[in-house]
């Protein structure tokens, strides 16, 4: 006979554990489709062009001078000098002529016809195919 201490009269004893198993898969539940259309769409274009002319004034002067003269600008004229060498028994220089440059800015509204492409996009759900299995649950198992 074995003999048992008074001091441990309990014994636990393991009857079973459950175990858990999860897991998890990908189920198709829909789908997207996005159709594009493209369009060719005439507009009028309206803009504003700048212009530049120049409006050009010969001034004859028939002046000596002992140099030539620089490019000058008065105001909104830019003046050009133009000189002669003439040959005498002595050099002199004569300023013949200066040109004269105004510029005239202008505006001008123009209106053209162009064509440019528009898209639009269709968003649409499709529902999942009626072939998707259901999720079964993992089983249990007891273990004693």
């Known amino acids: 006979m074995t003999e048992v201490s008074k001091e441990s009269s309990e014994t636990d004893i393991l009857l079973g554990e459950e175990v858990l198993s999860v897991s998890k898969r990908a189920v198709e539940t829909g789908k997207v489709r996005v159709s594009v259309t493209t369009e060719a ?3 009028i274009v309206r803009e504003t062009l700048r212009t530049r002319r120049a409006e050009i ?3 004859p002067l028939d002046q000596r001078v002992t140099e030539a003269p620089q490019t000058r600008q008065e105001g909104d004229v830019l003046i050009i000098p133009v000189v002669e060498e003439i040959l005498v028994i002595e050099r002199h220089l004569v300023l013949k002529e200066e040109i004269r440059l105004r510029f ?5 509204t123009t209106e053209q016809s162009v064509t440019r492409r528009v898209q639009h996009a ?5 529902p999942a195919a009626t072939t ?8 249990n198992t007891n273990q004693d």
């Open 41 to 43: 769409v005439e507009e």
């Open 57 to 59: 004034e010969r001034v």
């Open 104 to 108: 005239v800015d202008g505006e001008q």
């Open 122 to 126: 269709v968003v649409e759900r499709v």
């Open 132 to 139: 998707a299995r259901p999720v079964v649950p993992p089983t």
